[in-house]
């Protein structure tokens, strides 16, 4: 699934576009590795996102297209 999808997905970010426009801004690593909008995120993969001072790391967990809002939490584990 793309990066930016995932992030609407899981609920981190409200909106795919503001999740594209984070990525085209260098603020998302997947795997320590600056990513694109289009990056590619799979089950393992550690994902970094900065938003202003704060930083959140997190591992995704599962890949789903369509998810309720209640169980968004269980796609992705919170490292920092």
Known sequence: M??????????????RTVAKDFALS????VNGRVAKPSTTVKAGDIVSLRIGERQMVFEVLAIKENIRA???????RVIE
């Open 2 to 15: 793309r990066l930016d999808k995932f992030l609407k997905t899981a609920r981190i970010i409200k909106r």
């Open 26 to 29: 260098e603020r998302i690593m």
């Open 70 to 76: 209640a169980e968004a939490k269980d796609l992705y």
